[in-house]
């Protein structure tokens, strides 16, 4: 009996060290997709468009810049990046001012960035915007 026990020992052993890589393995690629997350975009100016699109007391979702801007009152902006928090995925739409993020279900105060539902737990990173001959630029510079 004795000499079973050993190797019971091993191959447990072995065993916990595979779930081990394998959870450093799942560690690493969610890094990356966090720190892509914290990164906030867009990373140069880029024109999103007519600044009247944006509904007061409403916002918009610019997915291919991934941008979203609202506009509290009119004549002003505020932007944020449209990548979640969690693990780098772009809001999809917004609904009753919260954006949603489709991989996870985080949802987030589109006025404010403020994460309302995890799994994220970090607000949207804000964003520069202005207008500029009625269209509005936003990201660094702007």
Do not use: W
């Not at 902006?77 to 489709?102: M, R, W």
């Not at 105060?109 to 936003?138: F, M, Q, R, S, W």
């Amino acid at each position: 009996m004795s000499g079973q026990s050993p190797a019971r020992r091993t191959v447990l052993k072995g065993a916990a060290l595979a779930g081990a890589a394998g959870l450093g393995v799942a560690a690493c690629s969610t890094e990356s997709k966090l720190g892509h997350a914290q990164t906030p975009t867009p990373t140069a100016p880029v024109a999103l468009g007519a600044a009247e699109e944006v509904p007061v007391g409403g916002a918009k979702l610019y997915r291919e810049q991934r941008v979203l801007v609202s506009c509290p009152a009119k004549g002003q902006y505020k932007a944020f990046s449209a990548q979640c928090t969690h693990a780098g995925c772009v809001l999809d739409k917004i609904e009753n001012n919260e954006g949603n993020c489709p991989c996870h279900g985080s949802r987030f105060d589109v006025t404010t960035g403020k994460a309302l539902k995890g799994p994220a737990t970090v607000p949207l990173p804000e964003v520069p915007v202005k207008v500029e001959n009625g269209k509005l630029i936003a990201g660094p510079d702007a």
